[in-house]
């Protein structure tokens, strides 16, 4: 029998290490308890617990905060699958109130309005780890110089339109080839133009990808648009908007897990997009004006 | 060549194909019963539990496998694994395989702060302690049966094996350290030649 072991916590292997038991699978965004529930029968691997989805957001606009506690709490108490909530970019106090939640991931997000307009929080500071979105290599390897331990890509959250997640994940692997295929002699000026740290770029011409988990997330709204994320080489996804501003959730929830573990399986991704009512109505990026895309946030 | 199915359905999947192809077998991705021909042993990787147990049952793997692992067929599960091949999961009706005699606690440490890393004694791996990681982890708090511990903590178990059963509370698939996949090819080693001397 083991005796006198001694624990270490908050260590990025296990930051990290959590971020890999999600991969393959779906983080759904709910609002409360009910649909967290829902989100877990349908095999979300994870809820992100948060007041209003993305495209509320859109639609009300006004300043976009950390959720209130106890609707976090509730949602903890109705499910046993991790939840994770979102704090605005910068503001260490909504992350460290989330971190005393005992909150199973933060994310750092662009969809809240962000607090600090130059800074990012160190999340090597805290024992809770982090996602942050991307829409670039740079942008990644920074938030995980700051201390991320998961990446996903901003895409335009409440948009329904996958059209920007297409663009973030397609630039990530873009650059991700040209540092493999770089030499030794060229990594640093690559590591300037990119604004990465130097040695996160040297670990990714090593291991040929991101050093952690990697999701699509930000437009995401038919079990195909899941898949095609898949497709292009994310980890998992996260649908926002696009379950519960769909006609039926629980349905369209359970058609998109089974569609991003299957994602090469075309005859499945049909069977599961029989029949799911209107998704969410949406709003094409394109006829976007610049000033309400919200992927931009973050520096 | 041993071949060894890594089942692919959602989580860690990739880490345990890693460290196999290091232990020079051969790997294949488990997503549908098919995939489960010519199979020598499956791993069930660590992901979300609930998650993992629809979907073995959505593509229809929960019976066959199943049935395999009764016969003898060699499974090692890490974290959700472990679950998966726990008959007793405390105050829960999730679907699983129920193959050992263990009862076992969901997240029983408490949610991701409480995950943690620690070098343990496994008396089976030799006198190098094993790197262990815990993430949101289960443990056994009860064995029965043909059950037996390999490693136990402050009353709880973490390593489990039940003759072709392995099983274990922690990645060891995150860690550098091949010992418990090597044991577990042991088991798979003996299977083998089990089937030569059956002569099918």
């Given at each position: 029998m083991a005796e006198n072991i001694e624990k270490s916590t908050g260590t990025f292997k296990v930051k990290a290490g959590l971020a890999e038991m999600?991969?393959?699978?779906?983080?759904?965004?709910v609002v409360n308890p009910e649909q967290a529930k829902i989100a877990e029968d349908a095999g979300a691997v994870a809820v992100m617990a948060l007041e209003r989805v993305p495209s509320d957001?859109?639609?009300?606009?006004?300043?976009?905060r950390m959720s209130d506690p106890e609707m976090i709490i509730g949602i903890q108490n109705a499910v046993t699958i991790p939840v994770m909530a979102k704090a605005r970019i910068g503001h260490i106090v909504?992350?460290?109130?989330?971190?005393?939640?005992?909150?199973?991931?933060?994310?750092?997000?662009?969809?809240?309005?962000?607090?600090?307009n130059k800074y990012h929080i160190f999340k090597n500071d805290f024992k809770v780890p982090f996602v942050c979105g991307a829409r670039n290599l740079g942008e990644a390897l920074r938030r995980i110089g700051e201390g991320a331990a998961m990446i996903r890509t901003k895409g335009e959250a409440g948009t329904g339109d996958v059209v920007e997640a297409v663009k973030h994940i397609r630039q990530v692997n873009e650059d991700i080839q040209r540092v493999v295929e770089a030499s030794d002699m060229e990594l640093?000026?690559?590591?300037?133009?990119?604004?990465?740290?130097?040695?996160?770029?040297?670990?990714?011409?090593?291991?040929?990808?991101?050093?952690?988990?990697?999701?699509?997330?930000?437009?995401?709204?038919t079990p195909a648009d899941a898949a095609l994320m898949m497709t292009l080489g994310c980890d998992g996804v996260f649908v926002g908007s696009g379950i519960f501003k769909s006609s039926n959730p629980a349905k369209r929830a359970k058609a998109i897990v089974q569609a991003t573990a299957?994602?090469?399986?075309?005859?499945?991704?049909?069977?599961?997009?029989?029949?799911?009512?209107?998704?969410?109505?949406?709003?094409?990026?394109?006829?976007?004006?610049?000033?309400?895309?919200?992927?931009?946030?973050?520096? | 060549m041993t071949k060894i199915g890594v089942l692919a359905l959602q989580g860690a999947v990739s880490e345990h194909a890693d460290m196999l192809r290091r232990l020079g077998v051969d790997v294949c991705d488990v997503l549908d019963p098919n995939d489960l021909d010519g199979l020598d042993g499956l791993?069930?990787?660590?992901?979300?539990?609930?998650?993992?147990?629809?979907?073995?049952?959505?593509?229809?793997?929960?019976?066959?496998?199943?049935?395999?692992?009764?016969?003898?067929?060699?499974i090692?599960?890490?974290?959700?694994?472990?679950?998966?091949?726990?008959?007793?999961?405390?105050?829960?009706?999730?679907?699983?395989?129920?193959?050992?005699?263990?009862?076992?606690?969901?997240?029983a440490f408490g949610r991701q702060l409480a995950s943690f890393e620690a070098n343990m004694p496994i008396d089976v791996l030799g006198e190098t302690p094993f790197p262990t990681v815990f993430i949101r982890a289960p443990y056994i708090d009860k064995i029965e049966g043909e059950a037996r511990s390999l490693l136990e903590l402050d009353g709880k178990i973490l390593m489990v094996e039940q003759g072709n059963l392995l099983a274990t509370a922690f990645h060891p698939e995150l860690t550098d350290d091949t010992r418990v996949h090597e044991y577990f090819l042991q088991k798979v080693n003996v299977y083998k030649k089990r089937e030569i001397v059956v002569g099918r």
């Amino acid at each position: 029998m083991a005796e006198n072991i001694e624990k270490s916590t908050g260590t990025f292997k296990v930051k990290a290490g959590l971020a890999e038991m999600l991969k393959g699978g779906v983080i759904m965004d709910v609002v409360n308890p009910e649909q967290a529930k829902i989100a877990e029968d349908a095999g979300a691997v994870a809820v992100m617990a948060l007041e209003r989805v993305p495209s509320d957001i859109r639609k009300e606009g006004g300043v976009a905060r950390m959720s209130d506690p106890e609707m976090i709490i509730g949602i903890q108490n109705a499910v046993t699958i991790p939840v994770m909530a979102k704090a605005r970019i910068g503001h260490i106090v909504e992350a460290r109130v989330l971190e005393a939640l005992d909150i199973d991931y933060i994310d750092e997000s662009e969809v809240l309005t962000p607090a600090d307009n130059k800074y990012h929080i160190f999340k090597n500071d805290f024992k809770v780890p982090f996602v942050c979105g991307a829409r670039n290599l740079g942008e990644a390897l920074r938030r995980i110089g700051e201390g991320a331990a998961m990446i996903r890509t901003k895409g335009e959250a409440g948009t329904g339109d996958v059209v920007e997640a297409v663009k973030h994940i397609r630039q990530v692997n873009e650059d991700i080839q040209r540092v493999v295929e770089a030499s030794d002699m060229e990594l640093m000026t690559i590591a300037k133009e990119l604004g990465a740290p130097y040695e996160l770029v040297k670990q990714v011409k090593e291991l040929k990808r991101l050093p952690v988990v990697n999701f699509a997330a930000g437009g995401i709204a038919t079990p195909a648009d899941a898949a095609l994320m898949m497709t292009l080489g994310c980890d998992g996804v996260f649908v926002g908007s696009g379950i519960f501003k769909s006609s039926n959730p629980a349905k369209r929830a359970k058609a998109i897990v089974q569609a991003t573990a299957h994602y090469s399986d075309y005859q499945l991704v049909a069977e599961v997009s029989k029949g799911l009512g209107d998704a969410m109505r949406g709003q094409s990026v394109a006829q976007m004006e610049e000033t309400d895309k919200i992927a931009g946030r973050g520096w | 060549m041993t071949k060894i199915g890594v089942l692919a359905l959602q989580g860690a999947v990739s880490e345990h194909a890693d460290m196999l192809r290091r232990l020079g077998v051969d790997v294949c991705d488990v997503l549908d019963p098919n995939d489960l021909d010519g199979l020598d042993g499956l791993v069930l990787p660590g992901g979300e539990s609930t998650a993992v147990g629809k979907l073995l049952d959505f593509y229809q793997l929960l019976e066959p496998i199943r049935e395999m692992g009764r016969k003898g067929f060699p499974i090692f599960g890490t974290c959700t694994g472990l679950i998966l091949l726990s008959k007793h999961i405390n105050g829960s009706e999730q679907l699983r395989l129920g193959l050992m005699d263990t009862f076992v606690e969901r997240n029983a440490f408490g949610r991701q702060l409480a995950s943690f890393e620690a070098n343990m004694p496994i008396d089976v791996l030799g006198e190098t302690p094993f790197p262990t990681v815990f993430i949101r982890a289960p443990y056994i708090d009860k064995i029965e049966g043909e059950a037996r511990s390999l490693l136990e903590l402050d009353g709880k178990i973490l390593m489990v094996e039940q003759g072709n059963l392995l099983a274990t509370a922690f990645h060891p698939e995150l860690t550098d350290d091949t010992r418990v996949h090597e044991y577990f090819l042991q088991k798979v080693n003996v299977y083998k030649k089990r089937e030569i001397v059956v002569g099918r």
